[in-house]
């Protein structure tokens, strides 16, 4: 019996190949979820569990066979996979391109070529390349780019949306032929670890050492678990420990925040590399000191998400200008829209697009922070010792009346080094401010630029765009063969009014990816899941009539008052419908 360890890139490749797997009788698979680095992390194991094989795709299978000794096999994409991807990418609306290795590009280019498809291919020899390929594309106009795991992450951090080609049943099971040719040369090449590298693996300690040029060259278990994604000294405070140290030659000894925890990180210059000692701290304690402060109202982070806002509406496009110019400035930004419309993604492109080294971007949820909490912060000059950040004030305007206040103070007596600050809020703030429901001199102070994103419903025109993107999306998460929406569906989509935006259409085109039966998603199933918002509509809206200040026994009464008029004053039907009998709703009535 063949024992093969399957390490997957994204979710649908790893439902697919459960179902093989079931069909398979010689090979003895085990399938994990990885991608690059973690892919890589999870592979060093498996020549001390015994395996003989493994499979991977892609660029994680390129870096996992420089990481073991054991055979690697590539899933290759096949001409099948290529057809289904552009057959997808034929709804979207802008420019798209093919960026990959010679193994996707020569078969795609013929592919475009024979259905006609205005799709611009473009070879790589080097993952390196990928960057300048992408920047190129963006440059003339480019929106969307099909191709690996790695070009597809490229394309994100660039603001391009990215397209993965996903590998079909006919190509895994190429690779499983492979694997078996595979086994029977290599069968007797697997080789154990040495013992230091079982001594280190046993260190609770998260151990990496970098090279001169700061990039990773081995990590113990500990860190492979921990920090799967610091393939280089990528987080700006580990760079900067790391130049430190090989300037100084010196030990260092510093705590940082990486990964939303704090660590102790100790390093230690040796010849020609530098080796960093991660533990971590107490993981009740919080970024400020006082055990009064919710983790969950603060988040802290030196990137941000890099998520493109999609849509060619005149409305966002103003967004888009708006975020540009102020980016420029270091003015406080006034966010406001409808629950549900990226107001948090507005203002982590406009962190993004200001940072210039490696200042934070915290963000405090306001509907989440007590008043104790904030004044917590106030004691503990949280705001002073953040100043060289940029404070993402989100949901400001759920924020009561004393911390209103107490936030003032502190913008209207602070020093001169004060934080950058971006706010969100619901549409209504200004009439907040207009009936002193919001405090005045806080919105002047922090409104200084505004931004406003309208309603999904006052800009239809974005809905095909993002119903793409978003099926683009999901289509490496869950692998299904969903590749498009029906023209009358679409516009069924797009008539709708969206009460809860972006956030809403895309849980929406999550519930019908999920539940299409066919390559495309059908009217008849869009209507199925519209009945159902709807049904959810009424019973939201019957329960905000429901005054809910009064005893239990009176918003009972209620309630049962309420089943009963939607049953047509039908004693019997509301008593069924309850799960109780005709007297007992008698008698709670009365």
């Not at 990418?89 to 795609?108: D, H, L, M």
């Not at 940082?256 to 991660?278: D, Q, R």
């Not at 009740?284 to 982070?301: D, G, P, W």
């Not at 934080?419 to 619901?426: N, R, T």
Request: glycine fraction near 6%; include cysteine; hydrophobic fraction near 40%.
């Amino acid at each position: 019996m063949i024992k093969a360890l399957v390490i997957v890139p994204y979710e649908g490749l790893f439902e697919m190949m459960k179902e093989i797997s079931e069909e398979v009788e010689d090979i003895q698979l085990q399938i994990e979820l990885g991608n690059l680095y973690e892919g890589v992390a999870i592979a060093k194991h498996a020549e001390n569990a015994g395996y003989h094989v493994i499979i991977s795709r892609g660029g994680t299978a390129s870096m996992i066979q420089e990481a073991v000794s054991i055979p690697v096999i590539d899933i290759q994409v096949s001409g099948y996979d290529v057809l289904r991807i552009l057959t997808l990418v034929k709804g979207f609306s802008g420019k798209a391109a093919i960026v990959g290795f010679s193994n996707i590009t020569q078969g795609a280019s013929t592919i475009c070529k024979l259905l006609d498809l205005d799709i611009k291919t473009l070879t790589i020899t080097k993952d390196i390349e990928v960057k300048e390929k992408l920047t190129y594309l963006k440059e003339n106009g480019y929106e969307v780019v099909i191709g690996d795991v790695i070009t597809v992450q490229a394309a994100k951090k660039l603001g391009l949306t990215g397209v993965l080609i996903t590998s079909g049943k006919e190509a895994i099971i190429d690779a499983l032929e492979e694997a078996r040719r595979s086994y029977r040369l290599f069968s007797g090449l697997q080789k154990g670890i040495s013992l230091f590298q079982s001594i280190l693996d046993c260190n609770e300690q998260a151990i990496g050492v970098f090279n001169k040029e700061e990039k990773l060259v081995y990590g113990n278990e500990r860190f492979n678990k921990e920090f799967y994604w610091m393939e280089s000294g990528n987080t700006t405070d580990v760079k900067k420990l790391i130049q430190e140290t090989s300037l100084t030659h010196e030990k260092q000894a510093k705590t940082l925040y990486i990964n939303h925890s704090l660590w102790k990180v100790m390093t230690c210059p040796t010849e020609g590399a530098i080796v960093l000692f991660f533990e971590k701290t107490d993981p009740n304690r919080s970024i400020v000191q006082s055990e009064n402060i919710n983790l969950n109202a603060i988040e802290l982070y030196t990137s941000a998400s890099r998520i493109p806002i999609s849509g060619k509406s005149d409305q966002i496009q103003k967004v888009l200008n708006q975020v540009n110019q102020y980016s420029k400035s270091e003015e406080p930004v006034w966010i406001s829209g409808e629950e549900g419309n990226g107001k948090a993604l507005v203002a982590h492109a406009i962190y993004l697009k200001r940072k210039t080294m490696n200042e934070p971007l915290i963000t405090l949820h306001c509907d989440l922070i007590s008043a104790e909490q904030l004044k917590d912060l106030i004691n503990e000059d949280f705001f002073q010792k953040y100043a060289s950040g940029v404070i993402f004030l989100k949901n400001i305007d759920k924020l009561n009346s004393y911390m209103q206040k107490e936030l003032f103070h502190i913008l209207k007596n602070g020093n001169d080094k004060k934080p950058q600050w971006l706010v969100s809020s619901e549409d209504d703030i200004e009439e907040k401010v207009k009936n002193d429901t919001f405090h005045r001199g806080l919105f002047h102070i922090l409104s200084q630029l505004k931004i406003h994103i309208p309603p999904l419903r006052e800009r239809r025109t974005d809905i095909e765009d993002l119903a793409h993107v978003f099926i683009s999306e999901l289509h490496p998460k869950y692998g299904n063969e969903v590749v498009g929406i029906r023209l009358d569906a679409l516009e069924r989509i797009i008539s709708y009014d969206w009460p809860g935006n972006v956030g809403q259409l895309k849980q929406v085109i999550e519930q019908l990816f999920l539940e299409s039966k066919s390559y495309y998603i059908e009217k008849e199933e869009v209507e199925i899941v519209f009945k159902r918002l709807e049904q959810q509509e009424k019973r939201n809206d019957a329960l905000s009539h429901i005054d809910i200040s009064g005893t239990l026994d009176e918003i009972e009464k209620q309630v049962l008052s309420k089943v009963l008029e939607d049953e047509g004053m039908n004693q019997s039907k509301a008593a069924k419908r309850l799960g109780i009998n005709r007297s007992t709703l008698w008698r709670k009535l009365k």
